[in-house]
């Protein structure tokens, strides 16, 4: 009975004693990891419990290097706080300890990617307890924007091999970041037509470079294709993702069929035109060559086209267009087929027409076509009728002159020929200008006469005068609406022109009439008589020259006699007063030798024609001696 309560009271003490151990022991909890961008400050917490105040408690901050040996960079107890000296972390650490809270947190700041390590928070109590915590730091750079390159050079799809696609790649990243491919959206995986080629370069920053090269084998489909990258990479607290620009290659692949047609053009083809052909397989291999063969003809294309210029109906027919593919041999062909319209010259039957006046005139006009055609006549750009006949009743010298037959094509612009027909109207001479003339002109002038004649067959016309003198023609021309001649006549007195015409069916005349006209002046008549007024008059009459008929000049000279005479009964009766004293105050006879006029005396003379004695008079009116004139 003893023997078991000395048992129990033993079990009871070891008891007490386990659980003032355990309530002794400090509790430090830390997160698993830190996460910051490269130069950016870092804060990692450490959680601690201890019944022991802060005074009891050693604080200590550790490093593990990469051989995973420790490395103490903090030390604090309840007399001193000491960063360790020569530290990676010396000059860039700083610890906050709140006791409230039980938190210790270590800053570093300028965190670089050396800075990713694990970090671990030592506390210990006097009692000999001891507690850690471990934090791992991680930092991350975010990589520069991806580039992408494709092959310059184009892929054949009949390649054996893989082929190289392109490459992107993306620069200083970390950690280090993933490149995805994509056709048309779809991730490109390796297979075994599909092959992915990363490559990862550390740079001398510590950053990560990060090259993909695809490969795969192409189809024709991917002609359309587009790639592109997807470039994946870390940021504190997540992914992000970016994509680079789209990229399209170049594919060959060879042709299944050609195809041959004509580019211009548009529509129906007429003579004269040029022809582009345009032949193309459906397929792009560079090793392809083009010919065109018409009958025995064979042309190279260029650039898969070909034009024929200045085409004629012959070059209708058949045209085949052939492809070589100089790789494979393999050829292949296409054909169409070219019709060229033509529209023959325009035939006039008859070209030349002479038919008597009154008659009916009649003609034709065709023109051999591949379409259907328009005729019109025309004359003078005047239209006459429509259709392949011309027929004009009555004929006259109007219906004389040249005809034009238009013919063309409706259905195709510009295409177009004509021909022409001369009709001539047998038929005595007509004049086009007044057969009878008047004409009046200056003595020893020189006049232009001409006459317009028509008739069939052209008039001879000969100029002469009345008096049966042949005059010398100046100049003749034979026109299409008859003949114009000319002659220039010297006036000497009235005389009278005759234009002659004359041909097999007739002749006929025409006159002109000239009538000479003499310019004439009459003599300024001076006048001398006696002095009545304050200053000397001096009179002269002038008559201005103009066109007098000959048959008019007496009547003209009587009218000067005339004057000449009233002037004479002015003088006489002007005398006879003087003599009776009826003039200028006069009172009986006055001393013939009196005393001269004063200076302010006027003196006028007058003088007649008729007589040759002239008479003086003064201002008083006596007759003055001849000494005195």
């Known amino acids: 009975?003893?023997?078991?309560?000395?048992?129990?009271?033993?079990?009871?003490?070891?008891?007490?004693?386990?659980?003032?151990?355990?309530?002794?022991?400090?509790?430090?909890?830390?997160?698993?990891?830190?996460?910051?961008?490269?130069?950016?400050?870092?804060?990692?917490?450490?959680?601690?419990?201890?019944?022991?105040?802060?005074?009891?408690?050693?604080?200590?901050?550790?490093?593990?290097?990469?051989?995973?040996?420790?490395?103490?960079?903090y030390y604090q107890d309840a007399t001193m706080?000491?960063?360790?000296?020569?530290?990676?972390?010396?000059?860039?650490?700083?610890?906050?300890?709140?006791?409230?809270?039980?938190?210790?947190?270590?800053?570093?700041?300028?965190v670089q990617l050396k800075d990713q390590l694990e970090f671990i928070c030592l506390v210990k109590s006097l009692t000999d307890g001891v507690s850690e915590g471990r934090t791992k730091l991680l930092v991350f750079e975010r990589p520069d924007f991806p580039t992408i390159e494709?092959?310059?050079?184009?892929?054949?799809?009949?390649?054996?091999?893989?082929?190289?696609?392109?490459?992107?790649?993306?620069?200083?990243g970390f950690p280090k970041p993933n490149i995805t491919w994509y056709r048309n959206n779809a991730p490109l995986r390796a297979s075994d037509v599909v092959k992915v080629m990363p490559s990862t370069t550390t740079e001398s920053s510590g950053l990560f470079s990060v090259r993909s090269e695809l490969s795969l084998k192409v189809m024709k489909e991917d002609k359309d294709a587009q790639f592109y990258c997807e470039v994946t990479y870390l940021v504190p607290g997540g992914t992000r993702m970016t994509e680079t620009g789209?990229?399209?290659i170049t594919v060959y692949y060879p042709s299944t069929a050609v195809h041959v047609w004509v580019e211009s053009p548009k529509g129906k083809i007429k003579e004269g035109d040029s022809i582009m052909f345009n032949c193309?397989?459906?397929?792009?291999?560079?090793?392809?060559?083009?010919?065109?063969?018409?009958?025995?003809?064979?042309?190279?294309?260029?650039?898969?086209?070909?034009?024929?210029?200045?085409?004629?109906?012959?070059?209708s027919?058949?045209?085949?267009?052939?492809?070589?593919?100089?790789?494979?041999?393999?050829?292949?062909?296409?054909?169409?087929?070219?019709?060229?319209?033509?529209?023959?010259?325009?035939?006039?039957?008859?070209?030349?027409?002479?038919?008597?006046?009154?008659?009916?005139?009649?003609?034709?006009?065709n023109a051999l076509s591949s379409l259907q055609t328009h005729t019109a006549w025309f004359k003078e750009n005047r239209k006459l009728s429509v259709g392949h006949t011309l027929m004009v009743e009555g004929a006259t010298f109007d219906t004389a002159g040249i005809y034009r037959c238009v013919v063309t094509v409706p259905e195709i612009d510009g295409m177009e020929t004509m021909a022409t027909l001369r009709v001539n109207v047998k038929g005595a001479p007509e004049f086009m200008n007044p057969k009878h003339r008047v004409m009046e002109e200056s003595v020893a002038t020189t006049v232009d006469l001409s006459c317009h004649v028509r008739g069939?067959?052209?008039?001879?016309?000969?100029?002469?005068?009345?008096?049966?003198?042949?005059?010398?023609?100046?100049?003749?021309?034979?026109?299409?609406?008859?003949?114009?001649?000319?002659v220039s006549v010297e006036v000497t007195s009235d005389l009278t022109a005759f234009c002659n015409a004359s041909n097999e069916y007739g002749a006929d005349a025409a006159s002109f009439d000239i009538k000479a006209i003499v310019r004439t002046t009459a003599a300024a008549i001076n006048t001398r008589t006696?002095?009545?007024?304050?200053?000397?008059?001096e009179a002269a009459t002038y008559i201005p020259t103009k066109k007098i008929r000959k048959e008019g000049s007496g009547v003209i000279i009587a009218v000067i006699i005339i004057c000449i005479l009233l002037l004479a009964i002015l003088g006489s009766v002007l005398y006879f007063l003087y003599k009776k004293g009826k003039i200028c105050g006069r009172s009986g006879k006055r001393d013939l030798t009196k005393e001269k006029s004063s200076k302010d005396n006027i003196v006028v003379e007058m003088k007649s024609d008729n007589t040759e004695d002239a008479v003086l008079l003064g201002v008083n009116g006596e007759k003055l001696p001849p000494s005195n004139q």
Request: hydrophobic share 40%; with cysteine.
């Open 81 to 110: 706080q000491v960063v360790d000296r020569a530290t990676p972390f010396t000059d860039r650490i700083m610890v906050n300890v709140t006791a409230a809270t039980g938190e210790v947190v270590l800053t570093i700041t300028d």
């Open 456 to 486: 069939f067959p052209a008039p001879s016309v000969i100029w002469t005068t009345s008096d049966g003198k042949v005059l010398k023609t100046t100049s003749q021309t034979e026109r299409e609406d008859g003949v114009h001649s000319m």
């Open 150 to 172: 494709g092959v310059q050079t184009g892929i054949y799809v009949h390649e054996e091999m893989l082929s190289k696609i392109g490459s992107c790649e993306v620069k200083n």
């Open 246 to 248: 789209r990229i399209n």
């Open 1 to 73: 009975m003893d023997a078991r309560l000395s048992a129990s009271l033993l079990a009871g003490l070891v008891l007490l004693l386990h659980g003032f151990t355990a309530w002794a022991i400090v509790e430090v909890s830390m997160e698993d990891r830190v996460e910051v961008f490269k130069g950016d400050t870092a804060q990692m917490t450490c959680m601690f419990t201890s019944d022991d105040g802060i005074g009891a408690l050693t604080i200590q901050w550790f490093y593990v290097l990469r051989t995973g040996e420790k490395q103490k960079i």
């Open 317 to 365: 027919g058949h045209y085949e267009c052939i492809s070589m593919d100089m790789e494979t041999y393999e050829e292949l062909t296409g054909n169409t087929t070219v019709f060229v319209n033509y529209l023959d010259r325009a035939v006039v039957m008859p070209t030349v027409m002479e038919v008597a006046q009154g008659e009916k005139l009649t003609a034709t006009c």
């Open 530 to 537: 006696s002095t009545l007024s304050a200053s000397t008059v």
């Open 280 to 315: 193309h397989g459906n397929g792009n291999t560079p090793s392809s060559v083009y010919v065109i063969r018409h009958k025995d003809n064979e042309y190279a294309l260029e650039s898969n086209m070909f034009v024929l210029e200045n085409v004629t109906r012959l070059q």
